[in-house]
């Protein structure tokens, strides 16, 4: 999980910074590849650390996260976009994965050692 979110950081910023259209295409596609790590992952996770009732409490959480960002995000780019231009999307995205990056070495760094 903590390589998937950091090569997703990686691969939007250069996402931001591709000088090209055929650059930035690959980098998409790279960055949908990471991106998706952190859904699967984040499932195993739970499946790891609980059982019983406080699993489908987790799950449920993720279920929420995983239902509402499709939502949001479309309005939250849109006032991105009225900041900055395009590229300034997918440095907020970088942003964001680094943060998340951050909070999953912060929440499983320590458990790393234990298995």
Do not use: N
Request: aromatic letters at 8%; a positive charge; one cysteine or more.
């Amino acid at each position: 999980m903590i390589a998937g979110t950091i090569a997703y950081s990686a691969v939007t910023l250069l996402c931001a910074v591709a000088p090209s259209a055929e650059l930035l295409t690959a980098a998409r596609l790279l960055q949908g590849l990471a991106g998706g790590v952190g859904v699967v992952v984040a499932r195993a996770v739970v499946r790891d650390l609980y059982s019983g009732v406080a699993a489908a409490k987790y799950f449920s959480r993720l279920v929420l996260v995983f239902g509402l960002a499709p939502i949001v995000a479309p309005t939250a780019g849109s006032l991105v976009l009225h900041f900055a231009s395009w590229r300034g999307v997918f440095v907020v995205l970088a942003v964001i994965g680094a943060l998340i990056a951050l909070a999953a070495i912060i929440a499983l760094g320590s458990m790393v050692g234990s298995f």
